[in-house]
């Protein structure tokens, strides 16, 4: 499972480092939520996640989008900053 770590204002991604899988969604001035990050495949091969814009429409839309890519990739946290 997931964790989902809420960012305080202006609080920023904590380092990973290169070599951690990382995902993130930020909200937007427009009320949107953009989720962006970074893995590898089983195969050792880099893959990043960039949101679609139809799940950018909400945080619940972000959310599931994204957890869905994490559990995929392994990615052990999702960073979430709901302030623009």
């Known amino acids: 499972m997931t964790e989902i770590i809420y960012l305080a204002p202006d609080e920023q991604l904590p380092d990973v480092g290169d070599g951690q899988p990382w995902l993130i969604i930020e909200a937007s001035q427009d009320g949107q939520f953009f989720g962006t990050g970074a893995s590898w495949k089983a195969d050792g091969d880099w893959i990043g996640y960039g949101s679609l814009s139809e799940n950018d429409i909400s945080l619940?839309?972000?959310?599931a989008a994204?957890?869905?890519w994490a559990t995929k990739y392994g990615v052990p946290t999702i960073w979430v900053q709901v302030t623009p």
């Open 66 to 68: 994204a957890q869905d």
């Open 60 to 63: 619940e839309t972000a959310l």
